[in-house]
């Protein structure tokens, strides 16, 4: 191979490698599924929560069978390899009426964990619909949220989506003042904001700013319920040809850079794709950066910083 390969932002081992090539060529009855399972109990692929990594070792091992250096098995009958999910069309997502008020007067402002047939209906029709980046499954773990309230006629006023970090960084690693360890260590206290939404028809001065800082109150609590791994830094990416980045601004959240322009399987393993975007991060403890820059497995009780936006 001529890049090296990494799984979670670690590199994969010689012996790991030999492991996985010998497990697939030993059980070539097994799924996909089954083979990424298999291999997670093997290799002691863990999330904090205990649930194994199926998904992203699913990943590895099509990306090995891309290089050729595994032959997996042929697709069972089912969902097509790489198809798209479909963005369903109803009125839920259809545009409503222009809202144009005040904060005050739409208060209070919910955000509501997505967990229902239902809900997860909606956010996907509402972020494929209405999302720049339309919608995607999120690579590893994640958590959404719809944004809504009950003084208006149309309830829903948006979407957020919360998920696994990206790889590598420059400006971010710098930032927190990581090495290659303290970064391998440290990676999973770091969550990514992968959507936000507000629909294009919710005119309201500084509802984005507050609706950030209601999100990662909310987040933190479920991330570290859903995943047994609580966060202690946030970050996004703002296309900066579209975007300004002043509801992050406005919210204390703090701009470290640009990002390379690379995509996410591409040797330096970013995730998102060519363009350059602002990397913006909100640490969510006390002293934050301090605590993920120790190459240290101790992970002492650090308080919560606030959340409160200035706008």
């Known amino acids: 191979m001529t890049q090296p390969l990494a799984f979670c932002g670690e590199t994969v081992t010689t012996q790991q490698l030999e492991l996985i090539t010998g497990c697939v060529a030993r059980y070539p009855n097994l799924s996909l599924q089954e083979l990424a399972n298999t291999l997670c109990e093997w290799l002691d692929w863990y999330r904090p929560n205990g649930h194994l990594k199926t998904r992203e070792c699913r990943g590895l091992l099509q990306r090995l069978h891309q290089r050729e250096v595994i032959n997996l098995p042929p697709l069972r009958k089912g969902r097509p390899q790489n198809a798209c999910t479909t963005i369903p069309i109803t009125a839920a997502g259809d545009p409503g009426k222009r809202l144009e008020t005040s904060l005050s007067e739409i208060q ?8 229902s047939p239902e809900q997860h209906q909606l956010w996907r029709e509402l972020v494929g619909r209405h999302h720049y980046l339309g919608y995607r499954t999120a690579y590893g773990a994640s958590v959404r949220y719809l944004i809504e309230n009950d003084a208006t006629q149309q309830k829903t006023l948006g979407c957020l989506q919360f998920s696994s970090p990206a790889w590598r960084m420059k400006a971010r690693d710098d930032w927190i003042g990581w090495n290659d360890t303290a970064r391998k260590l440290k990676l999973q206290r770091v969550i990514n904001n992968s959507r936000f939404l507000l629909l294009p ?20 609590e ?7 791994n609580r966060p202690w830094l946030v970050e996004t990416l ?13 919210a204390n959240w703090i701009n470290v850079g640009l990002t390379t322009g690379r995509g996410r399987d591409n040797n330096k393993y970013l995730r998102h794709n060519s363009s350059q975007k602002s990397i913006f991060l909100r640490p969510l403890v006390t002293n934050a950066r301090r605590h993920l820059a120790k190459s240290s497995q101790t992970e002492p ?11």
């Open 108 to 115: 209070p402002i919910a955000i509501r964990r997505v967990t």
């Open 201 to 220: 028809w919710v005119h309201v001065p500084n509802l984005a700013s507050h609706v950030l800082a209601l999100a990662l109150r909310t987040v933190v």
């Open 222 to 228: 479920d991330w570290t319920l859903l995943y047994g």
């Open 238 to 250: 703002v296309d900066c040809q579209r975007y300004t980045g002043h509801c992050y601004k406005a």
């Open 301 to 311: 009780e650090i308080p919560l910083q606030s959340t409160e936006s200035s706008a």
